[in-house]
C-alpha cells in the first residue's frame, strides 16, 4: 500500500505562490507516474497537473500551464507542484495521486492511491 501526504497549501493573496508537496510511504512510488487534482467548492474534481515516474514528461491542465509546475524526487519519494500567479479561481482542495502503469494520467480513475487533500485559498 502507498500513503500519500500533501503539505504547503494555505492563504494567499492573487499573485502569489506556493509550494505543495506530497510524500509518499509504506512504498516507494518511484516507478509511479503522479498526479495532481483539485477540488474546488460545489464542482468535481479535475486533473491539474501529473508526471511519468522518470519525470521525463509533465502534463498540464490549460489554465496552469506557465503558472504551475510539476516536479519529483524520487530519492525523497516526493512530489511537487510549484504554483506562481495563483488565482482566486485557483482555490480548492488539491489532491495528490498515484498511477502504477502511467497511461491517462488526466483521467482520476487511472489512479490507484489518494492523498487526503490541502486546502490552497486565493483571495482577490
Known amino acids: 500500500q502507498v500513503q500519500l501526504v500533501e503539505s504547503g497549501g494555505g492563504l494567499v493573496q492573487a499573485g502569489g505562490s506556493l509550494r505543495l508537496s506530497c510524500a509518499a510511504s509504506?512504498?516507494?512510488?518511484?516507478?509511479?507516474?503522479m498526479g495532481w487534482f483539485r477540488q474546488a467548492p460545489g464542482k468535481e474534481r479535475e486533473f491539474v497537473a501529473a508526471i511519468t515516474w522518470s519525470g521525463g514528461s509533465t502534463y498540464y491542465k490549460d489554465s496552469v500551464k506557465g503558472r504551475f509546475t510539476i516536479s519529483r524526487d524520487n530519492a525523497k519519494n516526493t512530489v511537487y507542484l510549484q504554483m506562481n500567479s495563483l488565482k482566486p479561481e485557483d482555490t480548492a482542495v488539491y489532491y495528490c495521486?498515484?498511477?502504477?502503469?502511467?497511461?491517462?494520467?488526466?483521467?482520476?480513475?487511472?489512479?490507484?492511491?489518494w492523498g487526503q487533500g490541502t486546502q490552497v485559498t486565493v483571495s482577490s
Open positions: 509504506g512504498k516507494t512510488v518511484s516507478k509511479y507516474a
Open positions: 495521486a498515484a498511477d502504477p502503469e502511467g497511461w491517462a494520467l488526466h483521467v482520476q480513475g487511472s489512479y490507484d492511491y
